[in-house]
């Protein structure tokens, strides 16, 4: 196979005030999810000033990433401009043929991504004849370029803490919830999305003795989600006796709103309630072990290089057919 571009693929955000409501009815679409619950997320956004750092990110990743292949390396989004729909445009009129798409998800799983290769299908139907073919990276919860930052953002994170209580010092891992049903499905077999989750953080830490919990829930209450919720997990290993913790939001690979929020603000404000000592050990960004990863992602597919990965459960670079249903539409 010859490949003729690269694609970074990803969720979107707002970068001004008035983006941000337009951009949430985007991330629900179809889902029925009243405007009242966005206005409630919306403020999140607005505590930022409307501005979502994850495009940011994007653009300074895509620049390193520009740096390691000999792609011409486009961007698109699911959710906000630039929509993909737009790149698979652009590409097309510059004469690409068959590129190769990296999505910021190191999961499997509907969210994590299966509906990336929806937004890769619904953008070229968009495009139209002439369109070109975009075949996703593999997912990359085990590549040492993803585990080593995390590793080192762990390292660091806990030398911000009191060397004297290590002893009461607990490391917890966090992963975007999603609902127990999509959890369930999530993969050839199902149960994906947490089985590489426990590997990451097993990896990650070196040892067994860490807890993984979730974050950002959203959708009504009557939906089981996975849990424990983070700030409720606080609660309870300060009744243990811990007293330091270090957050590693193993399930996102940049700092982006659902980090700053709900770590950085929400989680740490419990923290400080509860008078535990909080660390949040950073995401991968443009670590350049990450950046590396993705051009030996590529090389894969290019030169035949090698896989590059530090656990044992099943890999596969296109979606099995059928994996990870879309939830249920509400009401449905
Ligand atoms: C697994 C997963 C990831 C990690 C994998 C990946 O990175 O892809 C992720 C990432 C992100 N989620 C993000 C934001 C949101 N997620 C929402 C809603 C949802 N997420 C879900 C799952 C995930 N989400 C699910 C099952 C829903 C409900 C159903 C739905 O509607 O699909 C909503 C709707 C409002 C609400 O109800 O909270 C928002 C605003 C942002 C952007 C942050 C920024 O702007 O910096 C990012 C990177
Ligand atoms: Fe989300």
Request: glycine share 8%.
């Amino acid at each position: 196979m010859v490949y003729d571009a690269f694609v970074l693929l990803s969720f979107g955000g707002p970068e001004k005030p008035d983006d941000v409501m337009p951009f949430l009815r985007n991330v629900v679409r179809g889902r029925g999810v009243p405007d009242e619950r966005l206005a409630e997320v919306a403020e999140h956004y607005y505590h930022f000033g409307g501005v979502s750092p994850i495009n940011q990110q994007n653009r300074d990743l895509l620049a390193a990433i520009k740096k390691e292949i000999d792609l011409p390396a486009y961007w698109g989004n699911r959710n906000w401009h630039p929509m993909l729909a737009d790149t698979v445009a652009q590409m097309r009129d510059d004469g690409v043929k068959h590129a190769l798409g990296f999505a910021t998800s190191a999961y499997g799983g509907y969210s994590s991504c299966k509906q990336y290769w929806e937004d890769i299908a619904k953008a070229r139907a968009e495009v139209g004849p002439g369109a070109p073919v975009i075949s996703k990276l593999r997912q990359f919860w085990d590549h040492p370029g993803f585990v080593g930052p995390h590793q080192n953002a762990v390292r660091a994170a806990l030398a911000t803490l009191d060397e004297s209580r290590r002893e009461t010092t607990r490391l917890v891992f966090t992963a975007h919830s999603i609902p127990v049903s999509m959890a369930k499905t999530a993969g050839p077999t199902g149960g994906r999305y947490e089985a590489q989750l426990h590997e990451t953080a097993r990896l990650v830490a070196g040892h067994d003795d860490w807890d993984l919990v979730w974050q950002s829930r959203s959708g009504p209450p009557q939906v089981p989600w996975l849990e424990p919720d983070i700030n409720d997990h606080l609660e309870v290993l300060q009744q243990r006796g811990v007293t330091d913790v270090v957050v590693s939001p193993i399930g996102f690979v940049s700092d982006h709103l659902e980090v700053l929020w709900d770590l950085d603000n929400e989680a740490a404000d419990t923290a400080k309630r509860l008078g535990l000592g909080y660390a949040r050990a950073a995401t991968p960004g443009t670590d350049p072990q990450f950046v590396t990863m993705v051009r030996e992602l590529v090389q894969e597919r290019t030169d035949g290089a090698p896989l590059q990965r530090l656990g044992t459960l099943p890999v596969w670079d296109d979606c099995p057919v059928p994996c990870c249903p879309p939830p249920q539409r509400r009401g449905a």
